[in-house]
């Protein structure tokens, strides 16, 4: 008589893998990044493990029997000591600026008050400084007379520009003071006496200059 018939393999019957395959094939498995789409980050991770410190000091502080208020002022003192030291190590927040390349570095000043600070740096020889300084003598002048409007964030380069159509004649030694300014405030460069002259000079002739109007320039053209 035949046997009965032989049992396959079926997705009803279960498969028996060994502990060692069936556990590399599960790594295998949870280092998929998809798992690990909503795992916290480093500083979260930084944060949960601060927490978790605090907690630990409470944690102690009881269970060597520091509790009520002197518990809390000691805990409070090193979580104090621990941020000073963090700030101590870490320095003063700065203020970024709004623009990198931005002209003026700080609050508003008259262009007085630029070719004072100037001539200060320029008689202590600190030719990079008073090349600085004397730029922006030149064109808050400019702005104080009308001749560019006062903009936040222009650049040594935009200036010059700006500048140069109401004053054609200067437009190139304008461009040449930019270009000093650049040099020595972004591009590590050293400024000397003859550089500061020059924007000295021209800080002088400006003051007399008088702009071109449009209506002139067209007239000569034609």
Known sequence: ????????????VPVNIPRVPAREAAQRELSDPVYHENDPNMLE?????????VGSLFEDAGSAGIGGTTGLVIICLVVIAL??????RLGTPQRTPSSA?????????????????????????RWNHAVQERMRAIVRDLEERAL????????????????GRSLPPHADELRAAARA??????????????SYERLRDLDIELERARPQLAEAANGATE
């Open 1 to 12: 008589m035949a046997a009965g018939p032989l049992i396959g393999a079926s997705d009803d």
């Open 181 to 194: 300014f650049d040099d020595v405030t972004y591009g590590g460069r050293t400024a000397d006496r003859r």
């Open 101 to 125: 390349d931005s002209l003026f570095d700080a609050g508003p000043r008259s262009a007085a008050e630029h070719r004072t600070a100037a001539e200060e740096h320029a008689a202590a020889a």
């Open 83 to 88: 941020f000073t030291a963090l700030w101590w």
């Open 148 to 163: 560019l409007a006062p903009r936040p964030g222009r650049t040594a380069d935009e200036a010059a520009a700006e500048a």
């Open 45 to 53: 991770r930084a944060l949960d493990s601060f927490w978790d410190w």
